[in-house]
Nanobody
Framework: QVQLVESGGGLVQPGGSLRLSCTTS????????MAWYRQPPGKERELVAE???????NYADSVKGRFTISRDNAKNTGYLQMNSLKPEDTAVYYC????????????WGQGTQVTVSS
């Protein structure tokens, strides 16, 4: 089992920055991929960014060049640095994990709200 707890959400003006954190606990050595999903108001969840244990990353086209996903294994924490935020980035952001041997993201955090508004 893996537990994920997000923090760092809030209200920010367009063009601003936020850094989301995801603290992991439990069987953390089983984590293969970590990712961030988001769910905008009235829309479906979408993948924002993901990173594998080996360091490879993948980003949604809408956030490329603005968002950076990273992991600090020593702190058992994942991050999503979000720069040049836009109103359309407003959503609940979820930290998720996929374990070795699994083909899907099995573990989800509770979510943190990010609101981009002037």
């Amino acid at each position: 089992q893996v537990q994920l707890v997000e923090s760092g959400g809030g209200l920010v003006q367009p063009g601003g920055s936020l850094r989301l954190s995801c603290t992991t606990s439990g069987n953390i050595f089983s984590i293969y991929y970590m990712a961030w999903y988001r769910q905008p108001p009235g829309k479906e969840r979408e993948l924002v960014a993901e990173t594998a244990t080996g360091g490879s990353t993948n980003y949604a086209d809408s956030v490329k060049g603005r968002f950076t996903i990273s992991r600090d294994n020593a702190k058992n924490t994942g991050y999503l640095q979000m720069n040049s935020l836009k109103p359309e980035d407003t959503a609940v952001y979820y930290c998720v994990a996929r374990t070795y041997g699994s083909s899907r993201y099995d573990y989800w955090g509770q979510g943190t709200q990010v609101t981009v508004s002037s």
